[in-house]
């Protein structure tokens, strides 16, 4: 059956630019994740949805970064003015429900010149 | 505030032994600790789950322990393969259940 995808797999952008990445879950599954993982480090939390809304984006570092899920389906993380420190592979996961498996998407390796 | 220590070295073993990774917590203890598989270029892959209250866990080759006295979770792969060459996350969640916290990660190369 079909996993998380994101799209795309691959962006390269100029600082100052605005960015959006897109992730889509598995089919039925309520809660959505987004998480940040730069080289060597594990994913770093982002934003959590569980449907529609956003129950916790306490992990987006900053007022540029702002994810939605409108339709409780398909998220987009948007990125205005990046800043070559957002380089990184951003990783989207879905579960179920909170608290079951969490199953990743292949990520979208982002980099900012 | 709440950390996830796993060794950034990484561990070469060979065939056929034993694998044991550590991940260490900080702080008060998680509700459940994670382990997952993540190969380079690709998402992690879940693995176990181990709550606070068990002390063990199995899944095939794999065991996990939870010690709440040492902090202190360990990850076994027994009867080890060149394919299980990865890095393995431990990663913590509270009892709210979602913002999972994830460490650095440990590589693993298993010689043939």
């Known amino acids: 059956g079909a996993g998380v995808s994101q799209t795309p797999s691959n962006k390269v952008t100029e600082k100052g630019k605005y960015v959006e990445l897109r992730c889509d879950p598995i089919s039925g599954h309520t809660a959505l994740y987004w998480y940040r993982q730069s080289l060597g480090q594990g994913p770093e939390f982002l934003i959590y949805f569980q449907g529609t809304g956003a129950a916790d984006d306490s992990g987006l570092p900053n007022d540029r970064f702002f994810a939605v899920r409108p339709e409780g389906s398909v998220s987009t993380l948007k990125i205005q003015r990046t800043e070559r420190g957002d380089s990184a592979v951003y990783l989207c996961a879905s579960s179920l429900n909170q608290r079951e498996t969490q199953y990743f998407g292949p990520g979208t390796r982002l980099l900012v010149l | 505030s709440q950390k996830i220590e796993q060794n950034s070295e990484a561990l070469n073993i060979q065939e056929g032994k034993t694998a044991t990774l550590t991940c260490n917590y900080t702080?008060?203890?998680?509700?459940?600790l994670q382990w997952y598989r993540q190969d380079p270029g690709r998402g992690p892959v879940f693995l176990l789950l181990?709550?606070?209250?068990?002390k063990e866990k199995r899944k095939e080759r794999l065991k996990v322990t939870f010690d709440t006295t040492l902090k202190q979770s360990l990850f076994h792969i027994t009867a080890s393969q060149p394919a299980d060459s990865a890095t393995y996350l431990c990663?913590?969640?509270?009892?709210?259940?979602?913002?999972?916290?994830f460490g650095a990660g440990t590589r693993l190369f298993v010689k043939a």
């Open positions: 990663a913590r969640l509270n009892t709210g259940g979602f913002k999972t916290i």
């Open positions: 702080n008060y203890s998680p509700a459940y």
């Open positions: 181990i709550r606070e209250n068990e």
